[in-house]
């Protein structure tokens, strides 16, 4: 059973920094790509940033790139991301992803497995 689980959200001042973090349990990593999207009220689910197992397949969405990094810890099975420069258009829930294929997806519905989401505001 894939179980994901996020941490790490809160309320921070504009051009401050979070680190977020998804931990993994389930995934067979040889296989799966793991991924960051966020959701704000009335709006669709948006992709952020993706890692493929090894972590040498990367691919960010325009409005984040230079400014978060996605990484992942397969020994700890965590998956990070450090949101630098963070702007008030960046608050959302933002969830974690899993999918059992070694192919990025920017989109949600090729993704099988969820965490509950963390709430990130970022005021002006």
């Known amino acids: 059973q894939v179980q994901l689980v996020e941490s790490g959200g809160g309320l921070v001042q504009a051009g401050g920094s979070l680190r977020l973090s998804c931990a993994a349990s389930?995934?067979?990593?040889?296989?799966?790509?793991m991924a960051w999207f966020r959701q704000t009220p009335g709006k669709e689910r948006e992709f952020v940033a993706a890692?493929?197992?090894?972590?040498?397949?990367?691919q960010y969405s325009d409005p984040v790139k230079g400014r978060f990094i996605i990484s992942r810890d397969n020994a700890k099975n965590t998956m990070y991301l450090q949101m630098n420069s963070l702007k008030p258009e960046d608050t959302a829930v933002y969830y974690c992803?899993?999918?059992?294929?070694?192919?990025?997806?920017?989109?949600?519905?090729?993704?099988?497995?969820w965490g509950q989401g963390t709430q990130v505001t970022v005021s002006s």
């Open positions: 992803a899993a999918r059992t294929s070694a192919i990025i997806s920017t989109n949600p519905d090729g993704y099988s497995y």
């Open positions: 389930g995934l067979t990593y040889s296989t799966d790509v």
């Open positions: 890692i493929t197992w090894n972590g040498r397949s990367i």
